[in-house]
């Protein structure tokens, strides 16, 4: 794993569609704080 349990844990994730972005807030054992932007497509959520 990228992530150990005991050394980070995903803090909360944040969907932003009109951006089309899932944030990642990683916090690690050292309370530093790590964010990760993904440039998503969210239409496949949608219902037609």
């Known amino acids: 794993n990228l992530i150990n349990k ?9 969907v932003n569609p009109s951006r089309s972005q899932l944030d990642l807030v ?3 054992k050292n309370d530093q704080f790590r964010i990760a ?11 037609n």
Do not use: E, P, V
Not at 6 to 14: C, F, K, L, M, V
Not at 39 to 46: G, V
């Open 37 to 47: 932007l993904y440039s998503m497509d969210l239409t496949h959520i949608c219902c």
């Open 6 to 14: 005991d050394d980070a844990g995903i803090q909360y994730i944040r």
């Open 26 to 28: 990683i916090k690690n």
